[in-house]
């Protein structure tokens, strides 16, 4: 199952830096969108070009730009913004890139980014529509309207449609189309106009629409002559019936506006598409956290401890049904907890190769690699970036502890601080016992789950439970997850090692062989994606949207506007000195309008692997003819080691040589197996 939504993209900028040149006036912006690649067999995709907005530092471009969204892959996207010279000898006026998930899960959907060369640049999304509403052409003319320009002057009119979109920060007119000015003319019979009744009033055509009417001024400061509210349907209707509309500033006309033509045509549905409706927003009792959890001891009594009291009961779901998109957008947050597995089984960490050791070299085992991996994704949506990061399955003080508290704080900060706490637990008297238990973990999370949802009725909670063998009770883990399955939780178990993870196949179908009333649980083994970070955040985050869109609309829980939230509070994410702006080349002059990446791009991808950086992104720049100096350097610098995974064949047991041939160079080489390590199993080789 692929959870896969369409989303639109807007821009608008503020406060550019002039790049015109000095005595040429102001720069005329336009903003070029480009899907970067993941991966390096990839190629970067331009997605298209906005208008040019004449004489402006702070352009608000009305083009959209429409791309899939899936939950559990990152998706980046570069802007470069640029000033159109009349002898195609353009200027660059900055660039940003964004990230998708960055871009849903900040307050608004908005994200803003200062540049390097000056000004913020500002995305926004919104969800699509699910299918095409049609394109509405239509011819506006202007009757008598008011000379705004002076006494010996006429002026040029031009006209925008506006729209307002649900969610923060969505209140305000924002222009979604702009027709060309027509000069020196109070009558004036604009130019036929095309646009996307989707862009325009998401496919709603009783959406209210604000047209408002400007005199150009080549300066960049038009000048209003009036507006006027309506919809899509009363456009159509004046068509008919020879209906007109009067532009007004305040109490005063400022003529009258007539609608020649209005039709759509190539409308997938002949009904209108009707946006899901915010609920207002819920009210909720107080809550007192727990107190501080201890470190090493339990994190509490499990045997006494309340699930977090009763859940709103299911009630049948709304009409239309919102999407996960609906929510995120829509005042959802989620929470993410870690549990990690300090069994005995995962091996001596002091030894290479062993499932908890951590290399010198800087890569990063299996266990780092989950929490990095799905910790970017689940982070974007985090409002307040703090993590309980829980142990199981270690003794302290002669016993074995089910779940501990891991680091020194009740809650870590991001995910720099989950990987931190994670290794510093082995500097505590720890010793790595069994059985593992997963019970009181899962007890545990969906309690703060419920606890959260007091507070705040649109939480949501993900355990990422990372775990190197099958439980020793299925039974027990069976009825544990059946009393949580009315938490608002969803617990991801990931199998790291080459442990036999058969019996954690009753796992799939979770819902139907238990008779839970929702499936809550996903696993997958690390293995099959070690190499794939996308693969793996795909497979382990697949189900989620589906479960959290379930688990509140079965209660009758939908969307909220965030009350709080105005523009004024987007936070403007500051210029990164270590990241360099992308330069692709392009060639935009073309007559039918395509954009072509010039030269050879493959190499210009996001590095997606993961030791890449958390937070922080890295673009592999596109491939260039080496030089001899860059030859005789390569000759002599010491190649970085590779890790790699060598299968024991059968009869070869633990501290006995293999002979290998490593993947990379083809250089034979002579490797131990490591104690521990059967016949058939895998461990990990770095040369």
């Not at 352009?59 to 802007?79: A, C, M, R």
């Not at 532009?247 to 997938?268: F, L, N, Q, R, W």
């Not at 819920?282 to 727990?290: F, G, L, R, V």
Request: charged fraction near 20%.
């Amino acid at each position: 199952m692929t959870n896969t939504e369409k989303l639109q993209l807007t821009l608008h900028a503020s406060g550019l830096k002039n790049v015109a040149g000095a005595f040429k006036g102001t720069s005329d912006p336009f903003a070029i969108v480009t899907l970067l690649a993941s991966d390096p067999g990839e190629k970067p995709r331009v997605l298209g070009k906005t208008e040019v907005i004449k004489n402006t530092l702070s352009p608000n471009w009305t083009t959209s730009f429409l791309f899939d969204y899936e939950f559990g892959k990152e998706t980046h996207i570069n802007v470069s913004i640029i000033d159109e010279v009349r002898k195609k000898n353009d200027k660059p006026m900055g660039s940003a890139v964004f990230e998708i998930g960055d871009i849903l899960g900040s307050r608004g959907s908005i994200k803003a980014k200062k540049l390097k060369k000056g000004g913020t640049l500002y995305a926004r999304l919104q969800k699509a529509p699910p299918q095409s509403s049609g394109l509405l052409a239509l011819c506006l003319r202007g009757i008598k309207l008011k000379n705004v320009e002076g006494l010996f002057k006429k002026s040029d009119p031009f006209y925008e449609f506006r729209r307002t979109y649900e969610g923060p920060g969505g209140g305000s007119w924002t222009p979604v189309y702009r027709s060309k000015q027509v000069k020196d003319n109070l009558n004036p019979k604009w130019e036929p106009a095309t646009v996307d009744v989707n862009a325009l009033c998401g496919g709603d055509l009783d959406r209210r629409l604000q047209v408002a009417i400007y005199d150009f001024e080549s300066s960049g400061k038009h000048q209003s002559m009036g507006s006027f509210e309506t919809t899509v349907n009363e456009l159509l209707k004046a068509a008919v019936s020879k209906g007109t509309f009067t532009p007004k500033k305040g109490s005063k006309s400022y003529g009258t506006i007539a609608v020649d033509e209005c039709k759509i045509t190539g409308a997938e549905s002949p009904s209108a598409v009707r946006p899901v409706s915010l609920a207002p927003t819920a009210t909720a009792t107080a809550y007192a956290p727990s107190a501080p959890l201890p470190m090493p001891v339990p994190v509490s009594d499990l045997a006494n401890m309340s699930l977090g009291g009763a859940m709103p009961m299911p009630v049948p779901p709304p009409q239309q049904r919102p999407t996960f998109v609906d929510y995120v957008s829509g005042n959802c947050d989620l929470n993410m907890c870690v549990a990690i597995d300090f069994t005995g089984s995962n091996g001596d960490p002091r030894k290479p190769g062993t499932l908890h050791h951590f290399s010198r070299d800087g890569h990063m085992n299996g266990y780092e690699k989950a929490i990095s991996a799905v910790g970017s994704i689940l982070s974007k949506y985090d409002t307040d970036q703090q993590y309980p990061v829980w142990g199981f399955g270690a003794k302290y003080d002669g016993s074995v502890r089910h779940c501990f508290q891991v680091g020194s704080e009740r809650e870590v900060h991001g995910v720099k601080g989950i990987l931190q706490a994670y290794k510093g637990t082995f500097s505590t008297p720890l010793i790595m016992s069994g059985p593992t238990v997963f019970t009181e973990v899962i007890e545990l999370a969906a309690a703060q789950a419920k606890s959260r949802q007091q507070i705040r009725p649109l939480s949501y909670t993900i355990l990422l439970l990372l775990t190197d063998g099958a439980v020793s009770d299925v039974e027990a883990t069976k009825r544990s997850l059946v009393s949580v399955a009315d938490a608002p939780l969803s617990i991801v178990i990931v199998g790291i090692g080459n442990a036999d993870f058969t019996a954690m196949q009753f796992l799939d179908d979770f819902e139907k062989r238990t008779g839970a009333n929702r499936d809550i649980v996903q696993f997958v083994q690390f293995n099959k994606y070690e190499y794939d970070k996308t693969a793996l955040t795909r497979a382990t985050l697949d189900e989620i949207p589906e479960q959290l869109v379930q688990f509140f609309t079965s209660r009758g829980i939908m969307p909220q506007p965030d009350m709080n939230f105005s523009t004024s509070k987007i936070v403007v994410e500051e210029v990164n000195p270590n990241e360099e702006e992308i330069d692709l080349t392009m060639d935009y002059s073309s007559t039918d309008g395509e954009i072509v990446l010039n030269g050879d791009q493959s190499a210009a991808y996001v590095d997606n692997s993961y030791e890449a950086g958390l937070g922080r992104l890295h673009v592999m720049p596109p491939p260039t003819a080496p030089s001899a100096t860059a030859v005789t350097a390569a000759a002599v610098t010491v190649q970085q080691p590779f890790t790699f995974q060598v299968q024991v064949p059968p009869g070869v047991a633990a501290g006995q040589q293999l002979q290998i041939q490593h993947p990379k160079t083809g250089q034979t080489l002579l490797v131990s197996v490591p104690h521990g390590v059967p016949p058939g199993g895998v461990f990990s080789v770095s040369a």
